[in-house]
């Protein structure tokens, strides 16, 4: 029995890019959807400090470097002593690495692309502040996409590494052969689901965030079914809801499969036997009163 599921599309590489030194945005021209190359400019942090620190150290190196020549000619003139002479170039290889340091701290004010692909979100914008660690734009990679997809308990076990499935989306002709290519162990508890991430093919027409059908086949089981109107989306989720304790509903993340004469079968999420809300309200939340009608 073949059962229909809904994944998203992602791009393989993919990452989130954050700050690395503490400062205010200073320039920032991108734009959700722009392109970009491996090692482009993103942004860049005002970090004033930091120029200054380098500074600061480059002054130090250069007081540091006479000493050490004035102590060098006065040890081969016999009115030097040996000692100063290497304390003097041992504080100058600690300044040489304090310098190194600082600068690579000031190279962290220019945020570059770690490599080429498309910016999808956006976190900041020019005047605010950068914290290190959090995220300041979403780049996903162009070269290779992968699906998620959440499969039911129940069709989980039929599954494994390296098997293909079919999916088809609204503007494809025909079904896209897949492969599996990771396998959760562990079900997500609310909808009794594991997620599988599917490759794939090189050349196919598709961009990240699409959602596509993804179909499986499982074996003949008892089917629930409930009234198309019962189910609502929210994203990619499909959602009903149950008339629970003290008649207030309660809100189930469900995987459905096929259509059947104006009803849907109902493949995890709820159990047979509970009432479901037929065509909700779009304003219907979990936990509020529902009225019964005969």
């Known amino acids: 029995m073949e059962f229909a599921t809904h994944g998203t599309v992602r791009a393989v590489q993919r990452a989130a890019i954050a700050a690395q030194v503490a400062g205010s945005i200073a320039t920032l021209s991108l734009a959700i959807g722009q392109a970009v190359q491996a090692g482009d400019v993103l942004l860049t942090i005002s970090a004033v400090e930091l120029t ?3 500074a600061q150290v480059k002054a130090q190196l250069a007081q540091i470097e006479r000493e050490l020549a004035r102590e060098r000619s006065l040890e081969a003139a016999g009115a030097g002593t040996l000692d100063t002479v290497k304390m003097l170039a041992d504080r100058l290889a600690h300044g040489q690495a304090a310098l190194r340091e600082a600068e690579t701290l000031r190279e962290y004010a220019t945020v570059r692309a770690p490599f080429a ?4 979100k956006k976190f900041v914008e020019v005047g605010d502040f950068a914290a290190p660690g959090v995220p300041l734009l979403q780049l996903d990679g162009r ?9 039911p308990e129940s069709l989980a076990a039929a599954l494994s590494v390296g098997a293909a499935l079919d999916i088809a989306w609204s503007d494809a ?10 396998l959760s162990s562990a079900a997500e508890s609310t909808a009794r689901t594991m997620t599988a991430k599917l490759t794939v093919p090189e050349g196919a027409v598709v961009h990240p965030g699409q959602f596509v059908s993804v179909f499986l086949s499982g074996p003949q089981v008892a089917t629930l079914l409930v009234p198309v109107n019962a189910l609502t989306l929210f994203g990619q989720m499909e959602r009903v809801f149950v008339v629970g304790e003290n008649n ?5 993340l469900v995987k459905t499969g096929a259509v059947k004469g104006g009803r849907i079968a109902v493949v995890s999420g709820l159990e047979a036997n509970e009432r479901v809300v037929v065509a909700p309200v779009a304003t219907l939340r979990d936990g509020q009163p529902v009225l019964l009608r005969p």
């Open 52 to 54: 200054a620190r380098v």
């Open 117 to 120: 692909g498309v910016v999808t």
């Open 143 to 151: 070269g290779a996409f992968e699906i998620e997809v959440g499969v």
């Open 173 to 182: 002709p025909t079904r896209l052969r897949v492969t599996v290519a990771e």
């Open 248 to 252: 207030r509903a309660s809100l189930r």
